[in-house]
């Protein structure tokens, strides 16, 4: 679906900057880019049938993760 959404080989007006990726900011805009996870007792807090997935859309490039504790 994203990719029908935002293809890739298109030539989007980012591709302007030099960067050859719009697409992959397209996806990341629709599926969103942060997660808000519940941690209890040192364990990730989740229903039964919830998981955690990480999506890349811009291929092997170096990323960073960022963690925010809030609360107590």
Excluded: C
Excluded at 5 to 34: C, M, V, W
Aim: aromatic share 8%; charged share 30%; glycine share 12%.
């Amino acid at each position: 679906m994203l990719e029908r959404l935002a293809p890739s080989g298109q030539d989007y007006q980012h591709h302007l900057t030099g960067e050859d990726n719009g697409d992959a900011h397209l996806k990341r805009t629709i599926t969103g880019f942060q997660a808000l996870l519940p941690i209890t007792k040192g364990k990730l807090d989740l229903g039964p049938w919830e998981q955690v997935f990480y999506a890349e859309f811009d291929g092997q490039r170096k990323k960073r993760v960022v963690v925010k504790i809030i609360g107590e």
